[in-house]
């Protein structure tokens, strides 16, 4: 029987600590591509990046672009893609994965379910957020005392009136 072959399935998404930017460079070098390449490995969609490795040579290769901050999924071929280490990148329906770089081959995986997409910036825009007036609070009348003693002044003490107990029948002796 022969040995099993695996894909390298891309979708977009980073090892936590490393930002977008940082990632596409090194994948840019790894693969002697232009940015314009790089960028449709960011689409979101299920990518095979390498296809026909054996499972020592896909895990290796994992481990590379993991070390250059790409999460990367290993795919039995002719199997369901398998899930990322970490969260996966968010995604409605199975999508048919674009052309690899080294071959035009596409590939649909299928079976993937939501999950967040790594963070890649602010998701309002600055038109959309709404704008808040300062507030201006009067604080001239605080001061600062030192940690001892009382905190209240006494004149900020509320005083009560003794009460006046009668007790005719108690003999103290």
């Keep these: 029987?022969?040995?099993?072959?695996?894909?390298?399935?891309?979708?977009?998404?980073?090892?936590?600590?490393?930002?977008?930017?940082?990632?596409?460079?090194?994948?840019?070098?790894?693969?002697k591509a232009g940015p314009d390449t790089v960028e449709k490995l960011f689409s979101g969609r299920p990518l095979a990046l390498k296809k026909g490795l054996s499972q020592a040579q896909a895990e290796q290769l994992r481990a590379k672009l993991a070390q250059m901050g790409a999460q990367c999924a290993l795919k039995a071929e002719g199997a369901p893609a398998a899930q990322p280490a970490a969260a996966p990148v968010a995604q409605a329906e199975p999508a048919p994965a674009a052309p690899e770089p080294a071959t035009p081959a596409a590939e649909p995986v299928a079976g993937d379910s939501w999950s967040l997409a790594p963070m890649a910036g602010n998701l309002v825009k600055e038109s959309e957020r709404a704008q808040k007036e300062s507030v201006q609070v009067r604080v001239d009348h605080l001061s600062l005392k030192p940690a001892e003693g009382n905190l209240v002044d006494e004149n900020e003490q509320a005083r009560k009136q003794p009460v006046a107990v009668n007790v005719p029948d108690w003999q103290l002796d």
């Design 1 to 31: 029987m022969s040995e099993s072959t695996y894909s390298l399935i891309f979708r977009g998404d980073l090892v936590p600590g490393f930002t977008t930017t940082d990632v596409k460079a090194n994948l840019a070098r790894l693969f």
